[in-house]
């Protein structure tokens, strides 16, 4: 039985009547237990499971409760609950109504965004203002989606009402930009919000209840999809010291006004922690107190046994700390998978990086590069995609990127004209061309949107002549492109080679085995492991690029494996995309921001570069972050500590030449005895 390990107040919460339900859960709390504990209730209560939706986080986070249901509730039972994170659940509503939307990182979509920006010649305007950069302006547009229901324009001119003049040039690059996703269907994660947002509004679509873990982390925009499913029942579970993404969007407000939103909503709250010991639960409770209580709570202590003060680690120089602490992880008892180091900022993360690599000591570092954002991954994956989605323009951006003097906007151009020469049909236009004459692809020049291109005239395929070139590639409408070089021929021809090759097999393993030994794949290998292996003094270490081969050789060869778990190419595309943000590799001492250790917790954590500046950051705070949001980083990096806690900082960086003040947090800790030295920042 689901509900017979609870205790009184998760019982409460799990018991409680359909309604507004907010339950309060403090770090260690249960919270898991809760939520499994809840769905039990609904399921014991006849509810039916397809009535039942779970928004989480992490697709491994429902996962897990998914599971646990399964010891109490027939598979076939727990397997019609709907569950996974917003952008999951989204992403497969949206598939049901529209099989060919291709959901896009975004990474994707920067370059096509940029490819669209670099229509525009800023300079030809003489504005006086220095226009934003496109990865910029990109940026600013998804967190405007994130965070507002007004406009772009006034959203992004209370911020910046200096840009006004070139607000027109903005706004038309953005226009164009989403013009190009729906003409190929891209959808970025924000888009699968929106388009089911805007589709409930006249869907008879109804759950009898809707449970949201980590509710403290929605932003503006989930908070809406959420209200717009009109669920029968919404049982929201957060906690609102743990709220630390605001600069991803996340809006505080939600878990603050829910009371007062929903009329006759009920409030639980979780207190007892069963993760840290008494110390460690002091040390956290005395900083965080300091941040204003949204709803009055209190953390007690619910395991017994040893309890270790939480230590106080004083370096006089910032790399003797890393090593230092390095040499304590080597003597400590406790399995590497056991141990935390987690920081504020990456920087931090180098340090004691080499440090432990220095004395053969395995780490992982979790919130860098995940294994689907390595380029030979995803070049791979392009590769792969476009045979299942030939509409998939940005898979033809990126793996076109790869070759001399073609950058995104030329390889915008080249899709476009292949579209065209097979009268709709890329494949076609590449190895079967049914038009042979260039289309127009500019468009209309506007002076005043910066467009100023000139249309494209046609070059002489002649100029290709002495190239070793089967006949059909040397008759290819595509070499006339004016702007196609040589490099751009071989490449093309290769990448047909490779077109041809994959139509001979159906399975997946088979398609990536031909995609690994294609001369494309070779060449990115060759010129990844240069790049990686390329001294400061422009020299190439071989030793440093045969390991960089290696490397790339092993992560396609996983990625090779992977595929052998799917009978057909466009399964195993959807699961690569889907859970690329999930995966980590290696093993051995964690090394976490304090945002990739939210929801973890380990035996001994080290919190390091506790330092005035550094934690908190001032940088960010400056750039729209408060002290508050600071502190709740301290509160969830202390808390993930269960036995042994350690919080450390150094004097001086001896490299820099600077020299550091402790962080206020460690006065209001206890730990320093007196006042913060430095200049206090409001609360």
Request: aromatic share 10%; net charge neutral.
């Amino acid at each position: 039985m689901a509900l017979s390990t609870l205790n009184a107040e998760q019982l409460s919460a799990v018991t409680a009547p359909l309604g507004h339900n907010l339950i309060i859960a403090s770090a260690g709390t249960g919270k898991t237990s809760t939520i499994v504990g809840r769905i039990a209730h609904l399921l014991h209560s006849g509810i039916d499971p397809s009535a039942i939706l779970l928004l989480t986080f992490t697709n491994k986070a429902a996962g897990e409760m998914l599971a646990r249901l399964e010891r109490f509730f027939p598979k076939s039972t727990v397997q019609k609950i709907q569950s996974g994170t917003f952008h999951a659940v989204s992403y497969r509503w949206i598939k049901e109504r529209d099989s060919m939307v291709t959901l896009k990182q975004p990474s994707e979509l920067k370059t096509l965004f940029r490819s669209i920006y670099e229509k525009r010649d800023f300079k030809r305007l003489n504005h006086a203002i220095e226009p934003f950069s496109s990865i910029y302006l990109y940026d600013r547009y998804s967190l405007y989606q994130n965070a507002s229901l007004n406009g772009f324009d006034i959203w992004f001119l209370e911020q910046y009402p200096d840009h006004e003049p070139l607000m027109d040039i903005y706004m038309h690059i953005i226009e164009e930009f989403e013009e190009v996703k729906r003409e190929y269907g891209f959808a970025s994660f924000n888009d699968l919000l929106l388009w089911n947002i805007a589709y409930l509004k006249d869907a008879a679509i109804s759950f009898g209840e809707v449970l949201v873990d980590e509710y403290q982390d929605t932003n503006t925009l989930q908070n809406t999809l959420i209200d717009a499913l009109r669920p029968k029942s919404l049982f929201c579970v957060g906690d609102y010291d743990q709220s630390i993404y605001a600069f991803n969007g996340a809006n505080i407000e939600n878990i603050s006004t829910f009371v007062s939103r929903y009329s006759g909503a009920n409030l639980f709250t979780l207190k007892t922690n069963y993760r840290s010991t008494a110390s460690i639960l002091s040390l956290a409770n005395r900083v965080i107190e300091r941040n204003e209580r949204i709803y009055p709570k209190s953390l007690e202590v619910g395991r017994n046994g040893e309890s270790h003060a939480p230590r106080l680690l004083i370096y006089n120089e910032l790399f003797e700390q890393y090593q230092s602490i390095a040499h304590t992880i080597k003597g400590t008892y406790l399995s590497h998978d056991e141990i935390a180091v987690i920081f504020r900022n990456n920087a931090s993360a180098d340090g004691i990086e080499a440090s432990l690599r220095e004395l053969g000591i395995p780490c992982r570092r979790k919130g860098s590069t995940s294994f689907f954002e390595a380029k030979e991954v995803k070049f791979l994956l392009d590769l792969v995609t476009l045979l299942v989605n030939p509409k998939d323009m940005m898979a033809f951006i990126h793996i076109y990127e790869y070759s001399k003097g073609i950058g995104s906007a030329l390889a915008k151009e080249l899709f476009q004209s292949l579209v065209h020469f097979g009268e709709g049909n890329l494949m076609r236009g590449i190895l079967a061309p049914l038009c042979f004459d260039l289309p127009k692809l500019n468009p209309a020049k506007n002076s005043q949107l910066g467009l100023f291109d000139d249309d494209l005239e046609v070059g002489l395929i002649s100029r290709f002549a002495k190239l070793e070139l089967s006949v059909d590639i040397k008759n290819h409408p595509l070499l006339k492109h004016p702007k196609l070089t040589k490099d751009g021929v071989i490449f093309f021809a290769e990448y047909v080679d490779f077109v041809r090759a994959s139509q001979q097999s159906k399975a997946p393993s088979a398609i990536m085995r031909k995609a690994i030994s294609s001369k494309l794949y070779t060449s990115v290998v060759e010129l990844l492991s240069t790049q990686r292996a390329q001294l400061k003094t422009g020299e190439i270490d071989q030793d440093k690029k045969e390991l960089s081969r290696e490397r790339i050789v092993r992560k396609a060869g996983l990625l090779s494996e992977l595929a052998t778990h799917y009978q057909d190419l466009g399964s195993f595309v959807n699961a690569m995309v889907l859970g690329g943000n999930e995966l980590s590799e290696g093993e051995g001492v964690n090394l976490l921001t304090v945002h990739a250790s939210k929801g973890l917790e380990f035996g001994e954590v080290y919190v390091v570069d506790l330092m005035d500046g550094r934690f908190p950051n001032h940088k960010l705070m400056n750039m729209g972050g408060s002290i508050e949001e600071e502190r709740r980083l301290f509160y969830v990096a202390v808390t993930r500590a269960k036995d042994r806690l350690h919080l450390s900082y150094a004097k001086t960086d001896r490299v820099k030449k600077l020299d550091f003040i402790p962080s206020p947090f460690l006065y209001e800790a206890g730990l320093l005895k007196g006042d913060f030295p430095g200049k206090r920042r409001s609360d």
